[in-house]
């Protein structure tokens, strides 16, 4: 049931306001305290924190995945300098981009002490993670903290337990060192809630990182982790792991656990929500994966499929086949983003990769589709969530589930419908998925990069693979340049939406963000998709522009 309304009910800014200082005071637990953040900020904040945080600190955040595990896995570098080093970073993000909702501090220190303990006694690792900070989204459950889901009414709920995945992640040796912001409803390509407030795009604070895990997107770019858990309904891990440059994976349904997350409406599963990991680094991801799968959470979580993680190799007797999807017949993308396709393809073909056009398949009815199964009752759960608190709906709220005319109650009847219709359209778009007979589909990962505030609203270039439940891994390519990324006055639009996602183009605005793509397999193809990726990044060398760099 939703929250209801106290009988006597504390105003929600008062609770807001208690949210937000109880952040400040996890942040102040830290010792030394982190440097105060400059007050004239630029746009971009990308370079602040190599400017007032130590070189010391730097020197172990700006480590890849890999690179961290290898030096805590042989005692090079302590759990706890490493914790520290990335306490230090998050608070100094959480000054620039508004990302965290909680630092973690005191309890992150004791389990990398813990660690450093255990590896001085038994000269081994505690496992694969041994060290590894991890950043989590708010809403997966931790014992005794609470779990919002970004609603004011839900401030009080307290996790019972550990959600599965942290259980999994902790017995691999992981210290989880901060929680990071989400979204009123969960509902959105951006992040802001009344609680906390925006969070902004560490290249641009005007415009989103993206959303419902927009916070883990902005804490990553910024090196404040190296590795954080988001979740995806609708594309709410690759929306901003596209925005921010950095890398993320939305799972197959089913292969990592979710037992134990505050999620919305129980049984509202016509459409499944998964964890996923996003990191700085392609490693990051298939070391995540491969370390949950491998601790076979089915044994303790009967949804999960018992699938083992099974090591894909890139065949050498035939060259792969790849698709393009160039646009989805609705909304064609913004210039980078074709010119980010460009790009890869014509290197791809270089490098002897046979890629092929893939035309979309009715894209426009797997919106309605899974806009119908979103919110099978109205939207009445997140409304009164909202409601008794007294709180306003955030822009983006008001629009999915009050100007979204597809939402609507539905009887048993048109429920049935809608979910024959989905299991209809999985089954023609695996037909169509065979006529071209490709091993992966390269497509945006939205309409445009990074859109400014409050604009996010269209969704189908991701939610159309969480219908068909196909998994979909995003990486960066470029950066935004206004010299070539030139709108097409000329030519007519596909669709009224299309009409006004060019609208949304400003290109003075976008120059210099991350431009990504994403590779998308059919069901249960994680690994193979993990494994091209990889290959390619081999391959072409990706990013093809220094992200860290100008435009």
């Given at each position: 049931?939703?929250?209801?309304?106290?009988?006597?009910?504390?105003?929600?800014?008062?609770?807001?306001?208690?949210?937000?200082?109880?952040?400040?005071?996890?942040?102040?637990?830290?010792?030394?305290?982190?440097?105060?953040?400059?007050?004239?900020?630029?746009?971009?904040?990308?370079?602040?924190?190599?400017?007032?945080?130590?070189?010391?600190?730097?020197?172990?955040?700006?480590?890849?995945?890999?690179?961290?595990?290898?030096?805590?896995?042989?005692?090079?570098?302590?759990a706890v300098e490493v914790t520290n080093a990335f306490l230090?970073?998050?608070?100094?993000?959480?000054?620039?981009?508004?990302?965290?909702?909680?630092?973690?501090?005191?309890?992150?220190?004791?389990?990398?002490?813990d660690l450093d303990d255990y590896f001085a006694e038994h000269?081994?690792?505690?496992?694969?993670?041994?060290?590894?900070?991890?950043?989590?989204?708010?809403?997966?459950?931790?014992?005794?903290?609470?779990?919002?889901?970004?609603?004011?009414?839900?401030?009080?709920?307290?996790?019972?337990?550990?959600?599965?995945?942290?259980?999994?992640?902790?017995?691999?040796?992981?210290?989880?060192?901060?929680?990071?912001?989400?979204?009123?409803?969960?509902?959105?390509?951006?992040?802001?809630?009344?609680?906390?407030?925006?969070?902004?795009?560490?290249?641009?604070?005007?415009?989103?990182?993206?959303?419902?895990?927009?916070?883990?997107?902005?804490?990553?770019?910024?090196?404040?982790?190296?590795?954080?858990?988001?979740?995806?309904?609708?594309?709410?891990?690759?929306?901003?792991?596209?925005?921010?440059?950095?890398?993320?994976?939305?799972?197959?349904?089913?292969?990592?656990?979710?037992?134990?997350?505050?999620?919305?409406?129980?049984?509202?599963?016509?459409?499944?929500?998964?964890?996923?990991?996003?990191?700085?680094?392609?490693?990051?991801?298939?070391?995540?994966?491969?370390?949950?799968?491998?601790?076979?959470?089915?044994?303790?979580?009967?949804?999960?499929?018992?699938?083992?993680?099974?090591?894909?190799?890139?065949?050498?007797?035939?060259?792969?086949?790849?698709?393009?999807?160039?646009?989805?017949?609705?909304?064609?993308?913004?210039?980078?983003?074709?010119?980010?396709?460009?790009?890869?393809?014509?290197?791809?073909?270089?490098?002897?990769?046979?890629?092929?056009?893939?035309?979309?398949?009715?894209?426009?009815?797997?919106?309605?589709?899974?806009?119908?199964?979103?919110?099978?009752?109205?939207?009445?759960?997140?409304?009164?969530?909202?409601?008794?608190?007294?709180?306003?709906?955030?822009?983006?709220?008001?629009?999915?589930?009050?100007?979204?005319?597809?939402?609507?109650?539905?009887?048993?009847?048109?429920?049935?419908?809608?979910?024959?219709?989905?299991?209809?359209?999985?089954?023609?778009?695996?037909?169509?998925?065979?006529?071209?007979?490709?091993?992966?589909?390269?497509?945006?990962?939205?309409?445009?990069?990074?859109?400014?505030?409050?604009?996010?609203?269209?969704?189908?270039?991701?939610?159309?693979?969480?219908?068909?439940?196909?998994?979909?891994?995003?990486?960066?390519?470029?950066?935004?340049?206004?010299?070539?990324?030139?709108?097409?006055?000329?030519?007519?639009?596909?669709?009224?939406?299309?009409?006004?996602?060019?609208?949304?183009?400003?290109?003075?605005?976008?120059?210099?963000?991350?431009?990504?793509?994403?590779?998308?397999?059919?069901?249960?193809?994680?690994?193979?998709?993990?494994?091209?990726?990889?290959?390619?990044?081999?391959?072409?060398?990706?990013?093809?522009?220094?992200?860290?760099?100008?435009?």
């Amino acid at each position: 049931m939703p929250p209801k309304k106290a009988k006597t009910q504390r105003p929600w800014q008062d609770i807001a306001a208690e949210a937000q200082d109880y952040r400040a005071s996890t942040i102040s637990q830290l010792s030394p305290p982190p440097p105060n953040i400059p007050e004239d900020l630029p746009k971009d904040v990308t370079s602040v924190p190599a400017k007032i945080l130590d070189k010391s600190i730097l020197s172990i955040t700006n480590l890849a995945v890999e690179e961290l595990i290898s030096l805590l896995s042989s005692g090079q570098l302590s759990a706890v300098e490493v914790t520290n080093a990335f306490l230090q970073q998050a608070a100094v993000s959480q000054g620039l981009v508004n990302c965290i909702t909680e630092l973690l501090t005191s309890q992150a220190i004791k389990q990398a002490q813990d660690l450093d303990d255990y590896f001085a006694e038994h000269k081994r690792p505690t496992g694969p993670l041994h060290g590894l900070p991890i950043s989590v989204k708010e809403h997966i459950g931790f014992e005794g903290l609470r779990c919002t889901t970004g609603y004011v009414s839900s401030w009080d709920r307290i996790a019972k337990e550990d959600a599965h995945v942290l259980q999994i992640l902790r017995d691999a040796g992981a210290v989880f060192h901060c929680r990071t912001t989400e979204p009123q409803t969960m509902m959105h390509l951006e992040t802001d809630s009344n609680l906390y407030g925006v969070t902004n795009n560490p290249y641009n604070r005007n415009v989103t990182s993206g959303g419902s895990s927009g916070g883990e997107g902005a804490l990553i770019a910024l090196r404040g982790s190296c590795l954080g858990i988001g979740s995806d309904v609708g594309g709410s891990i690759r929306n901003p792991a596209a925005n921010c440059g950095i890398y993320g994976i939305k799972p197959t349904a089913f292969r990592i656990p979710t037992d134990g997350w505050g999620y919305t409406m129980a049984g509202a599963d016509a459409i499944d929500s998964v964890l996923g990991p996003l990191s700085s680094s392609l490693s990051g991801l298939k070391l995540f994966m491969k370390t949950v799968i491998d601790a076979q959470p089915w044994l303790t979580e009967p949804a999960i499929v018992p699938m083992p993680w099974r090591e894909f190799t890139v065949p050498s007797c035939r060259p792969l086949r790849i698709g393009v999807l160039w646009h989805d017949d609705i909304v064609r993308p913004h210039p980078p983003i074709t010119r980010g396709l460009k790009m890869v393809t014509e290197q791809l073909k270089q490098h002897g990769v046979e890629v092929v056009d893939f035309p979309a398949h009715l894209h426009d009815e797997a919106w309605a589709i899974i806009a119908s199964l979103y919110f099978p009752d109205g939207g009445a759960w997140d409304i009164e969530a909202i409601e008794s608190s007294g709180e306003p709906f955030r822009p983006l709220s008001a629009f999915i589930l009050k100007e979204n005319e597809i939402v609507k109650e539905l009887s048993t009847g048109e429920l049935s419908y809608w979910l024959e219709e989905r299991e209809v359209y999985r089954k023609e778009y695996a037909l169509h998925w065979n006529k071209f007979g490709i091993d992966a589909l390269l497509c945006p990962v939205g309409p445009g990069v990074a859109p400014k505030h409050n604009t996010a609203k269209y969704w189908s270039y991701t939610s159309q693979w969480n219908l068909l439940n196909y998994p979909g891994v995003v990486f960066p390519v470029t950066r935004v340049d206004k010299n070539q990324d030139v709108l097409e006055k000329k030519g007519k639009p596909l669709s009224g939406l299309d009409k006004s996602n060019r609208d949304l183009w400003d290109a003075e605005e976008f120059h210099g963000l991350p431009v990504s793509l994403q590779l998308v397999g059919r069901r249960f193809d994680d690994e193979k998709i993990l494994a091209i990726l990889e290959h390619f990044i081999e391959l072409i060398g990706l990013p093809m522009s220094n992200l860290d760099g100008e435009a």
